[in-house]
Antibody, heavy 119, light 108 residues
Framework: QVQLRESGPGLVKPSGTLSLICGVT?????????WSWVRQPPGKGLEWIGE???????HYNPSLKSRVTMSVDKSNNQFSLKMSSVTVADTAVYFC????????????WGQGTLVTVSS | SSELTQDPAVSVALGQTVTITCQGD??????ASWYQQRPGQAPLLVIY???NRPSGIPDRFSGSRSGDTASLTITGTQAEDEADYHC???????????FGGGTKLTVL
């Protein structure tokens, strides 16, 4: 059974950097899948942040690209998200998910972690 | 295209059939996937590809596509189907993922 779990600080100061890790069990981070981040502001819809392949190849949401960096850690079977210069508008539940190559389907999701941007 | 459009809210009587739609240019090239999200939970994939259901998803859920519009149909809607439903697809260039704004389904 594939499981993903997000971890990281739940509170980040404005202008700071949000850092999250997604640990994967039940599948190898080197499998033929995209590994994705999606967020959901309180009471709003889902927003795709970006995806990374085990080779390090990435695709980012154009509206967030200048502030987002993703990376893969094969030794720990996990991938990470860094988002710089955060504002209150970045307050959201952040999900990690496994994606199918060639499509947008995200078949396994983490439970999500709330990140609040506040001083 | 950079947008997928969903109706914000739809209601259905218990036991009846409801269709939720998702419209966008990218759907002419890529199939939509559909996700069910109950309050406080992560999204759950319910339909992907032409009309495929992951293991464990009831067969009352089905998907279809016509032109630039994808549809999720629930036949014989149950009370537990009350949730938010989100569609997504690749964008027309294939390098990014789009989400619709989500549809809140109310079962009366």
């Amino acid at each position: 059974q594939v499981q993903l779990r997000e971890s990281g600080p739940g509170l980040v100061k404005p202008s700071g950097t949000l850092s999250l890790i997604c640990g994967v069990t039940g599948d190898s981070i080197s499998s033929s899948n995209w590994w994705s981040w999606v967020r959901q502001p309180p009471g709003k819809g889902l927003e795709w942040i970006g995806e990374i392949y085990h080779t390090g190849g990435t695709h980012y949401n154009p509206s967030l690209k200048s502030r987002v960096t993703m990376s893969v850690d094969k030794s720990n079977n996990q991938f990470s998200l860094k988002m710089s210069s955060v504002t209150v508008a970045d307050t959201a539940v952040y999900f990690c998910a496994r994606g199918e190559v060639g499509s947008a389907q995200l078949d396994y999701w983490g439970q999500g972690t709330l990140v609040t941007v506040s001083s | 295209s950079s947008e997928l459009t969903q109706d914000p809210a739809v209601s259905v009587a218990l036991g009846q059939t409801v269709t939720i739609t998702c419209q966008g240019d990218s759907l002419r090239s890529f199939y939509a996937s559909w996700y069910q999200q109950r309050p406080g939970q992560a999204p759950l994939l319910v339909i992907y590809g032409k009309n495929n259901r992951p293991s464990g998803i009831p067969d009352r859920f089905s998907g279809s596509r016509s032109g630039d519009t994808a549809s999720l149909t629930i036949t014989g809607t149950q009370a537990e189907d009350e949730a938010d439903y989100h569609c997504n697809s690749r964008d027309s260039g294939g390098n990014h993922v789009l989400f619709g704004g989500g549809t809140k389904l109310t079962v009366l």
